[in-house]
Protein backbone atom coordinates (compact mmCIF):
# COMPACT_ATOMS: atom_id res chain seq x y z
CA UNK A 1 0.00 0.00 0.00
CA UNK A 2 1.45 3.26 -0.75
CA UNK A 3 0.05 6.19 1.42
CA UNK A 4 -1.18 9.66 -0.90
CA UNK A 5 -2.08 13.10 0.81
CA UNK A 6 -4.31 15.13 -1.48
CA UNK A 7 -4.33 18.83 -0.32
CA UNK A 8 -7.19 20.50 -2.33
CA UNK A 9 -6.30 24.26 -3.14
CA UNK A 10 -4.46 24.56 0.21
CA UNK A 11 -3.85 28.20 1.43
CA UNK A 12 -1.59 28.58 4.03
CA UNK A 13 2.28 27.95 3.29
CA UNK A 14 3.11 26.84 6.60
CA UNK A 15 0.92 24.42 6.22
CA UNK A 16 1.65 23.00 3.59
CA UNK A 17 5.21 23.02 4.40
CA UNK A 18 4.49 21.63 7.64
CA UNK A 19 2.31 18.60 5.51
CA UNK A 20 4.75 17.99 3.27
CA UNK A 21 7.76 17.26 5.78
CA UNK A 22 5.23 15.03 7.74
CA UNK A 23 5.23 13.09 4.11
CA UNK A 24 8.98 13.29 3.79
CA UNK A 25 9.08 11.37 7.21
CA UNK A 26 6.35 8.73 6.82
CA UNK A 27 7.34 7.98 3.13
CA UNK A 28 4.15 9.63 1.65
CA UNK A 29 3.77 11.18 -1.51
CA UNK A 30 1.84 14.30 -1.82
CA UNK A 31 -0.72 15.89 -4.14
CA UNK A 32 -1.48 19.60 -4.97
CA UNK A 33 -4.34 20.62 -6.44
CA UNK A 34 -4.48 24.44 -7.37
CA UNK A 35 -5.08 27.12 -7.19
CA UNK A 36 -2.48 27.38 -4.25
CA UNK A 37 -2.47 30.23 -2.16
CA UNK A 38 1.13 30.83 -2.49
CA UNK A 39 4.28 29.99 -4.33
CA UNK A 40 6.08 26.57 -3.65
CA UNK A 41 9.10 29.34 -3.06
CA UNK A 42 7.75 31.17 -0.25
CA UNK A 43 10.04 31.55 2.31
CA UNK A 44 7.56 30.51 5.03
CA UNK A 45 6.89 26.98 2.87
CA UNK A 46 11.23 26.25 3.08
CA UNK A 47 11.38 27.29 6.80
CA UNK A 48 8.64 24.46 7.79
CA UNK A 49 9.30 22.14 5.24
CA UNK A 50 13.07 22.43 6.23
CA UNK A 51 16.03 20.64 4.51
CA UNK A 52 13.32 17.65 4.06
CA UNK A 53 11.77 19.22 0.94
CA UNK A 54 14.12 17.88 -1.30
CA UNK A 55 13.19 14.40 -0.54
CA UNK A 56 9.46 14.69 -0.57
CA UNK A 57 7.83 12.92 -3.95
CA UNK A 58 5.09 15.12 -4.78
CA UNK A 59 3.26 16.68 -7.85
CA UNK A 60 0.99 19.68 -8.32
CA UNK A 61 -2.15 19.35 -10.50
CA UNK A 62 -4.11 22.53 -12.20
CA UNK A 63 -7.67 21.48 -10.98
CA UNK A 64 -9.20 18.33 -9.10
CA UNK A 65 -10.21 16.65 -13.02
CA UNK A 66 -6.97 16.17 -14.15
CA UNK A 67 -5.69 14.92 -10.81
CA UNK A 68 -8.38 12.23 -10.74
CA UNK A 69 -7.83 11.50 -14.72
CA UNK A 70 -3.92 10.94 -13.50
CA UNK A 71 -4.98 9.12 -10.55
CA UNK A 72 -7.97 6.75 -11.29
CA UNK A 73 -7.11 4.00 -8.91
CA UNK A 74 -7.10 3.48 -5.06
CA UNK A 75 -8.73 4.33 -2.14
CA UNK A 76 -9.97 7.75 -1.43
CA UNK A 77 -10.86 9.03 2.09
CA UNK A 78 -11.99 12.34 2.23
CA UNK A 79 -11.08 14.20 5.66
CA UNK A 80 -14.36 16.89 6.58
CA UNK A 81 -16.53 18.19 9.50
CA UNK A 82 -18.88 16.56 8.15
CA UNK A 83 -18.02 13.12 8.38
CA UNK A 84 -19.77 10.72 10.70
CA UNK A 85 -16.83 8.11 11.32
CA UNK A 86 -13.75 9.03 12.83
CA UNK A 87 -9.90 7.74 11.37
CA UNK A 88 -10.52 4.85 13.55
CA UNK A 89 -13.39 3.58 12.00
CA UNK A 90 -11.99 2.96 8.98
CA UNK A 91 -9.87 -0.52 7.63
CA UNK A 92 -7.08 0.68 5.98
CA UNK A 93 -5.03 -3.23 5.57
CA UNK A 94 -6.77 -4.05 3.10
CA UNK A 95 -5.69 -1.50 0.84
CA UNK A 96 -3.51 -3.07 -1.75
CA UNK A 97 -2.65 -0.06 -3.99
CA UNK A 98 -2.47 3.45 -3.45
CA UNK A 99 -4.23 4.90 -0.34
CA UNK A 100 -5.47 8.80 -0.90
CA UNK A 101 -6.56 11.02 2.13
CA UNK A 102 -8.04 14.13 0.87
CA UNK A 103 -8.14 17.06 2.69
CA UNK A 104 -9.43 20.67 1.46
CA UNK A 105 -8.28 24.09 1.71
CA UNK A 106 -8.07 25.63 5.42
CA UNK A 107 -11.06 28.08 4.48
CA UNK A 108 -14.06 25.89 2.96
CA UNK A 109 -12.64 22.74 3.10
CA UNK A 110 -13.30 19.99 0.43
CA UNK A 111 -16.40 21.25 -2.03
CA UNK A 112 -19.77 19.27 -0.51
CA UNK A 113 -20.35 17.85 -4.20
CA UNK A 114 -17.34 15.83 -3.94
CA UNK A 115 -18.09 15.42 -0.21
CA UNK A 116 -21.75 13.77 -1.35
CA UNK A 117 -20.30 11.48 -3.68
CA UNK A 118 -18.47 9.73 -1.09
CA UNK A 119 -19.86 10.30 2.58
CA UNK A 120 -19.45 6.81 3.29
CA UNK A 121 -15.33 7.41 2.69
CA UNK A 122 -15.77 10.82 4.63
CA UNK A 123 -14.14 11.28 7.69
CA UNK A 124 -14.62 13.52 11.15
CA UNK A 125 -11.68 13.67 13.57
CA UNK A 126 -13.55 14.04 17.26
CA UNK A 127 -13.68 16.78 18.97
CA UNK A 128 -15.42 19.31 21.04
CA UNK A 129 -18.96 20.35 19.36
CA UNK A 130 -18.80 23.83 19.64
CA UNK A 131 -15.29 24.22 17.57
CA UNK A 132 -15.36 23.98 13.98
CA UNK A 133 -11.87 22.14 12.93
CA UNK A 134 -8.49 21.45 14.00
CA UNK A 135 -5.11 23.15 12.14
CA UNK A 136 -4.38 21.31 8.84
CA UNK A 137 -1.51 20.20 9.36
CA UNK A 138 -2.35 18.71 12.85
CA UNK A 139 -5.44 17.31 10.71
CA UNK A 140 -3.30 15.65 7.97
CA UNK A 141 -0.64 14.28 10.77
CA UNK A 142 -3.95 12.18 12.90
CA UNK A 143 -5.05 11.11 9.80
CA UNK A 144 -1.79 9.45 8.44
CA UNK A 145 -0.76 8.15 11.82
CA UNK A 146 -4.22 5.74 11.97
CA UNK A 147 -3.00 4.31 8.59
CA UNK A 148 0.44 3.95 9.57
CA UNK A 149 -0.64 2.56 12.96
CA UNK A 150 -3.52 -0.17 11.28
CA UNK A 151 -0.85 -1.05 9.03
CA UNK A 152 2.33 -1.72 10.95
CA UNK A 153 4.86 1.71 10.31
CA UNK A 154 5.68 -0.70 6.67
CA UNK A 155 9.22 0.51 5.61
CA UNK A 156 9.57 3.28 8.69
CA UNK A 157 12.35 3.12 11.59
CA UNK A 158 11.53 2.41 15.25
CA UNK A 159 15.38 3.13 15.70
CA UNK A 160 17.31 6.25 15.97
CA UNK A 161 19.26 6.31 13.03
CA UNK A 162 21.44 9.55 12.81
CA UNK A 163 22.68 9.78 16.39
CA UNK A 164 22.47 5.82 17.01
CA UNK A 165 19.64 4.03 19.91
CA UNK A 166 21.97 4.54 22.19
CA UNK A 167 21.98 8.24 22.92
CA UNK A 168 20.53 8.31 26.15
CA UNK A 169 22.57 5.11 27.51
CA UNK A 170 25.46 7.39 27.21
CA UNK A 171 24.14 10.38 28.24
CA UNK A 172 22.97 9.06 31.20
CA UNK A 173 27.15 8.03 32.08
Same mark, same amino acid.
Given at each position: MRLNVVLYEPEIPQNTGNI???? *? %??????HL???????????HLRRAGMDYIGSLD? *? %??PDWQTFLQKNPDGEFYYATRYGHKAPD????TGADGELYLVFGKESTGIPKDILREHIDRCIRIPMRGEFRSLNLSNCVAVCMYEVLRQTGYTDLSREEQIKGSHVLDQAIK
Open positions: MRTC *T %VWNARLIEPLGFSLDEKY *T %VYAFDY
